[in-house]
């Protein structure tokens, strides 16, 4: 079965800083990569979605990367500031009906 | 507009009793799911909707596990016999279109019912 681990449980960075989260995965070959960002007692939030054939993909401050072949995808906040203090969700994509694999995520906090 | 809503936000239940959790998704969207998520850990999907039609329940933990979208919009998660082990939050999430290598879709989640079976 497909398995997906998220580079630690706890991120902590220093505003101004970049953070940066990684996914990897095995046992799948996913026709998109999501992030998604949950804040405590809320649902997942939508952030960036990356497609098998796109390598980068950029939103404001944030960038995705995705390497096929690795089967590694990379998320970076630059200029990290302590509103993007979040659990960070990777999810693979692209089986029938559109069911998502999710990690465990990974728990930023940017200090001041 | 509103996103999706679920009721109760919180549930307590004594091992052995019955829970319904209800999920009001965005009006017009087609895809429904229900997620399983443990303390510490990512969402596990339980089981999908398109419309009124469950094509995917292969995530459904026991038959004690049941879902339902009667008219394709409102949906129900029923848990009879709670045991402890089922104590989680459960979300539910719905897009407007059919995912999957089909066509990609964003999922919106509702905040989740918190079940905790004593």
């Known amino acids: 079965s497909q398995k997906i681990e998220q580079n630690s449980e706890a991120l902590n960075i220093q505003e101004g800083k970049t953070a940066t989260l990684t996914c990897n995965y095995t046992?799948?070959?996913?026709?998109?990569l999501q992030w998604y960002r949950q804040d405590p007692g809320r649902g997942p939030v939508f952030l960036l979605l990356?497609?098998?054939?796109?390598k980068e993909k950029r939103k404001e401050r944030l960038k995705v990367t995705f390497d096929t072949t690795l089967k590694q995808s990379l998320f970076h906040i630059t200029a990290s500031q302590p509103a993007d203090s979040a659990t960070y969700l990777c999810?693979?994509?692209?089986?029938?009906?559109?069911?998502?694999?999710f990690g465990r995520g990974t728990q930023l906090t940017v200090w001041p | 507009g509103a996103g999706v809503s679920q009721s109760p936000r919180y549930k307590v239940a004594k091992r052995g009793q019955d829970v319904a959790l209800r999920c009001d998704p965005i009006?017009?969207?087609?895809?429904l799911f229900w997620y399983q998520q443990a303390l510490g850990q990512g969402p596990e999907f339980l089981t999908y909707?398109?419309?009124?039609?469950?094509?995917?329940k292969s995530g459904l933990p026991s038959d004690r596990f049941f879902a339902e979208r009667p008219e394709g919009s409102v949906s129900t998660l029923k848990i009879q016999r709670t045991q402890q082990e089922d104590s989680a939050v459960y979300l539910c999430?719905?897009?407007?279109?059919?995912?999957?290598?089909?066509?990609?879709?964003?999922?919106?989640f509702g905040p989740g019912t918190r079940l905790t079976v004593l």
């Open positions: 999430a719905s897009s407007l279109r059919v995912g999957g290598r089909a066509g990609i879709d964003t999922q919106y």
């Open positions: 046992n799948y070959s996913p026709a998109y």
């Open positions: 990356i497609r098998e054939n796109e």
């Open positions: 999810a693979l994509g692209g089986s029938t009906l559109g069911r998502l694999y």
């Open positions: 009006s017009g969207h087609v895809s």
């Open positions: 909707f398109q419309n009124e039609a469950q094509l995917d």
